[in-house]
């Protein structure tokens, strides 16, 4: 699985989430930092990765155009870089899970005591 880091969150994420996960990339260090949600939409589509995000735009903008590509929708209060580094690998299994389903297009990964809703 490829996950595509949107500019919401930091760079250091990318060596650790690299040891789980097949390849992980964050948008400002491949040159994208200023680009567009819809660029951002069309790499990630056009390169077969899954974006991570706090924006609800690609969540949306799946729910409109069927979507071509999957979503992780991250959602907490505490958005250090630890926090997400916490929430991507102890989440894993439910994010590989997501992965593999067709049917699903966006995973929403809480800080919460609320379970995890993969739509």
């Not at 979503?71 to 958005?79: D, P, R």
């Not at 690998?89 to 990964?109: G, N, P």
């Amino acid at each position: 699985m490829k996950l595509l880091l949107d500019q919401n969150f930091s760079y250091k994420l990318v060596k650790p989430l690299s040891k789980i996960y097949e390849e992980v990339v964050q948008i400002s260090r491949i040159g994208m930092g200023q680009t567009s949600d819809s660029m951002i939409w069309q790499y990630a589509l056009t390169n077969d990765y899954t974006i991570v995000s706090r924006d609800a735009y690609f969540a949306e903008k799946n729910a409109l155009t069927g979507y071509p590509i999957k979503v992780i929708w991250v959602k907490c209060q505490n958005n250090a870089t630890e926090n997400i580094l916490n929430l991507l690998t102890d989440h894993y299994e439910s994010i590989m899970q997501f992965h593999d389903d067709a049917t699903k297009f966006c995973l929403e990964l809480i800080d919460t005591l609320e379970d995890d809703l993969a739509l």
